[in-house]
Structures are given as structure tokens and as C-alpha cells.
């Protein structure tokens, strides 16, 4: 079974289980002992190797790898920021002052949408933050928890895959080999990420078309008549002390924090290393889950000392906020530890060598269709893993070694890029996709189910704009990529219009 294409099964059980059932836990929990299954069966151990594999390899792998674990420490210290913000009454000021300049449920969404590309760091970061500060604005304008889950989720990967200062850039340009300057060509393949482009281009064409489809229009007509009741949240916070600053400065001061975190991991500040004057090179060598622990720890420590100066929350109420932001987290800690143990029995079973080999197989004979080829393949390795890192890792070296110069090179790696996006934004499964839910405070599969026709719309049109580019490229890149921008543009508008239409005829109908 390794390194065949059952190394996949267990992912593929466990999403569909998910989005038949509506029940995320159990069904991750089903793939990772089919994984140990297969796994033993393949070693030939027998249960004490399954049991073993699963729980000492799986979940004790998982829990014990640093990198994971600063994720981890970084939700919770983010959680508890959380719950601080909403103590002192910053959440509820910002409410109040939203509704006074924030006058429509679009521009709630347009603010959202707009914070969101902001915030182009890193996406968990992003998930989180937009998260608490837009979720007061959107519930007021009844915005739906779904629709906020999904306007977070498409601006964290699509965002920041195509911002070269990011923890994503950092992560492409680690896995360009061969002594290339991993970030100029990262740079060089932004503007042919048609899915992260659309993506955004997408998502505010629908706010100002003023339509939903797909399970969203469901949770959207449910929150169409909003109430101008307060919320029993909202009453008690009217009279406190809490001020727009109470949210603003710790987030500011969070997003600056988590900048210097994450180049301090990487050098920045190391006299020793000839990198540190470079500050591009020292987010090249960024440790995200180091940096954003270092980030949001002294985030958290100048938010508690800000909030005691300004007698808003006294030093008990600051520390009760800690259990509180813990177990706010713990659905996405849960469902992130599984997510990773998952990962993991997939790559005992050698899921990446399996998908290596069909795309070093299809690179001799079909160069025009390459790109489009490459997308689909990193949209599959991405959903069934849920991981866009893992799939960087396998692809970026294949497509520089099988095409070492000339534009078919930048824009496949882009292809590679764009689809470990999309592939990361529909599974169920992905750290970001489970991360927008908990920002939002929305039922993960709601969410999922929801966004998949959204993300679905966008992938099928980018795989289109994948084959023109791939055919025109003998044109040139600048011609090629000029014609696949207006196909791919003209292509998006006109679906969605269809849409629209379609829905209308069927409303009168």
C-alpha cells in the first residue's frame, strides 16, 4: 500500500465522512486508524504496531514537534487576547463605533475583506485577528458566521501567497533549491496566482453583486432581518469603561510584535550573520511558529499592563481571562491535533512519493498543458493532506528540476502554488480552513460546506486560465499572461452573472 495511491485513503475517508456526517472529530479520528491499518499491514506488526503507530508515532508524534507546538501556544495566547479585549469592552466599543461609521451589511464585508489583505503576515495570524475584531461589525449588519468564516479564510492563504513579506514567501522560497534566489521567484510568479488573485477579485464582485449561492444563501436569508435589540453581550458592556483603543492598541501592537517575532527567527538582529542587515532574507529564514510565539507573548504581556493602567480590567479579571481563552481555542486545537496526526499517518504511507511520481511522469510530454496539469494535481495533494506547505515541498523541486529556465518554469510554479492554495481552502482538514472557523466562531463543517461552491467557482476558472496560459505562452510571458487575464477576468464575471441570473428565474420561477 506505501507510496500507492491508497498512502490517500485514509484523507479521503476522513473528508468524506466529515461532510456526510457533519461530525469533523470522529471522522479524522476514522481516517488516522484506517492509516494505522494500512500501515501495519504493510510492516506486517501486527496491533501492537498498529497501537503503537497510531498513538505513539501519530499522536504523541504530532503533540511532541516543536513547530506544532508553537502553533499551538500561539492559538491559546491568541485566545486569551481575545478574551481580554472582550472583558475590558474593546470587542463592544468597536461594535458601537462600527455601527456609527460602518453603515451597510456590504461594507461590513468590505471591511472585513479589506482588514483582511492587511493583515498579510502570516494566516493563522490573520484567521484569528480579523476574527475578533470584525465578528461585533458583521454580527450587527446579520452577517452570517458562515460568510464571516469565509471572507477570513479566502484573505489568510490567498493573501498572503501573494504578498512577498509573509511567512508564506518564507516558506516558498525554502524549498527553491539549487542556490536560486528563492523570493525574486516568488515574486516573478505572483501575477500568474490566478486562484489567489480571483479569489479576492471574487469575493468583492459578490459582496457588491449582493448574492449568495450554495449552502451560504441558506445561513445568509436566516440572518436576513436583523434585530435592533442588543444582544444581552452588548447591554452588559454599554456601560463600561471599554473604549476603541482597548481593541485597536493590542492588535496593533500584536501585528507589530509578531513582525519583529518572525524576523528575529530569522536573523534579523544576529550580528553574526551577515543576513541581519537584509530584511527580506531574514523573513526568507523565518520561523513562523517561533516568531508568532514571541509576537503574541509580548503582545499579551503589554495588552494586561495596558488595560491595568487604563482600570479597565483589574488583575483578577485579567487572569481569569487565560482559562477562558484556552477553552474558547480547544475545538481548534482538537481538531488541529487530529489534522496533524492524519498528516502524518499519510506520509508513513508515503502519499508524497506516490503524487511525485505521477507529476514527474506527466513533465516530459505535456508542456502546454503543464500548468493546468500542476494546479489540479496541488489541489488534490493539498485537500487530501491539508496541507500547502507539504504540497510547496513536493512540487516546487520537481517543477525546477524539470523545467530549469524560461517562463513554462514560473508560471508552473505558480500553478504549484495557486493549487496548494486552493486545495488548502476547500479541505476539511487544513489548519487555516479550521482556523477561519474558530476566528469566525462557526461550525467548522457549516463552514466547510459552505465555502466549497465558492472555492469550487474560482478553482475551475483558474484551471481554465491555466490552460490558456499554458498555450500561449510561445507568445511571450508578458502576452501570455495579458491574455490570460482578460479570459480569466471575463470568465469569473460571466459565471457568476449566470449565477445571479439562474438564481432569479428560479426565485419567480
Known amino acids: 500500500m506505501s507510496g500507492t495511491f491508497w498512502a490517500l485513503v485514509p484523507a479521503i475517508v476522513a473528508i468524506a465522512l ?89 461594507g461590513a464585508q468590505v471591511a472585513t ?20 475584531v470584525m465578528k461585533p461589525v458583521t454580527d450587527k449588519y446579520g452577517v452570517s458566521k458562515e460568510k464571516l468564516a469565509y471572507l477570513i479564510d479566502a484573505t489568510a492563504a490567498p493573501v498572503c501567497i501573494i504578498a512577498p513579506v509573509s511567512s508564506w514567501a518564507a516558506a516558498v522560497a525554502g524549498f527553491v533549491t539549487e542556490g536560486e534566489n528563492g523570493i525574486g521567484l516568488f515574486c516573478k510568479a505572483i501575477p500568474f496566482n490566478f486562484y489567489a488573485i480571483m479569489t479576492l477579485v471574487m469575493m468583492f464582485a459578490m ?16 440572518l436576513a432581518v436583523m434585530s435592533e435589540e442588543p444582544t444581552e453581550e452588548e447591554a452588559a458592556a454599554v456601560d463600561s469603561k471599554g473604549k476603541v483603543i482597548d481593541l485597536l492598541l493590542p492588535v496593533i501592537v500584536l501585528i ?19 543576513s541581519y542587515l537584509n530584511f527580506i532574507d531574514a523573513f526568507s529564514n523565518a520561523d513562523a ?27 483578577k479579571d485579567a487572569a481569569a481571562c487565560i482559562p477562558e481563552g484556552f477553552k474558547a481555542m480547544v475545538p481548534a486545537i482538537l481538531i488541529l491535533t487530529l489534522a496533524w496526526t492524519l498528516k502524518g499517518m499519510t506520509d508513513s504511507l508515503g502519499a508524497k512519493d506516490y503524487v511525485a511520481g505521477l507529476v514527474a511522469g506527466s513533465a516530459a510530454g505535456l508542456k502546454m498543458f503543464l500548468p493546468a496539469i500542476i494546479f489540479a494535481i496541488a489541489c ?62 462557526c461550525e467548522h463543517v457549516n463552514h466547510v460546506s459552505t465555502q466549497l461552491p465558492y472555492a469550487i467557482t474560482c478553482a475551475a476558472v483558474a484551471f481554465v486560465t491555466y490552460l490558456i496560459a499554458g498555450i500561449t505562452l510561445g ?3 508578458v502576452a501570455s499572461g495579458i491574455i490570460s487575464w482578460i479570459a480569466g477576468l471575463a470568465l469569473l464575471f460571466g459565471v457568476l452573472i449566470f449565477i445571479k441570473n439562474k438564481q432569479k428565474k428560479e426565485v419567480t420561477a
Open 18 to 106: 466529515a461532510l456526510i456526517s457533519k461530525e469533523v472529530y470522529s471522522s479524522l479520528f476514522v481516517g488516522i486508524v484506517i492509516g494505522g491499518l494500512f500501515y501495519a499491514i504493510d510492516a506486517g506488526t501486527g496491533f501492537a504496531g498498529f497501537m503503537t503507530h497510531v498513538f505513539t508515532d501519530g499522536f504523541a508524534g504530532s503533540l511532541a514537534d516543536s513547530y506544532n507546538v508553537g502553533i499551538l501556544v500561539f492559538l491559546v495566547l491568541l485566545g486569551i487576547m481575545v478574551a481580554l479585549m472582550n472583558k475590558a469592552g474593546g470587542s463592544a466599543a468597536f461594535g458601537r463605533w462600527a455601527k456609527k461609521h460602518i453603515k451597510s451589511k456590504v
Open 113 to 132: 475583506i479589506i482588514l483582511g489583505i492587511c493583515i498579510f503576515i502570516d494566516d493563522y495570524f490573520n484567521c484569528l485577528t480579523v476574527g475578533s
Open 207 to 222: 459582496v457588491f453583486m449582493k448574492f449568495e449561492y450554495g449552502q451560504m444563501s441558506k445561513y445568509e436569508k436566516a
Open 256 to 274: 507589530v510584535f509578531c513582525v519583529i517575532g518572525l524576523i528575529y527567527s530569522g536573523g534579523f538582529f544576529d550580528g553574526e550573520s551577515e
Open 289 to 315: 511558529s517561533i516568531g508568532l510565539l514571541y509576537g503574541s507573548f509580548g503582545a499579551l504581556i503589554i495588552a494586561i499592563i495596558f488595560y491595568l493602567c487604563r482600570k479597565v480590567l483589574t488583575f
Open 380 to 441: 488534490f495533494l493539498a485537500f487530501a493532506t491539508g496541507t500547502s506547505w507539504g504540497t510547496f515541498g513536493i512540487l516546487i523541486p520537481i517543477c525546477i528540476a524539470a523545467f530549469p529556465e524560461g517562463a513554462i518554469r514560473i508560471v508552473s510554479i505558480s500553478a504549484c502554488m495557486a493549487g496548494a492554495v486552493c486545495g488548502d481552502h476547500c479541505s476539511p482538514i487544513s489548519d487555516t480552513t479550521i482556523m477561519a472557523s474558530a476566528g469566525a466562531q
Open 475 to 477: 507568445l511571450g510571458i
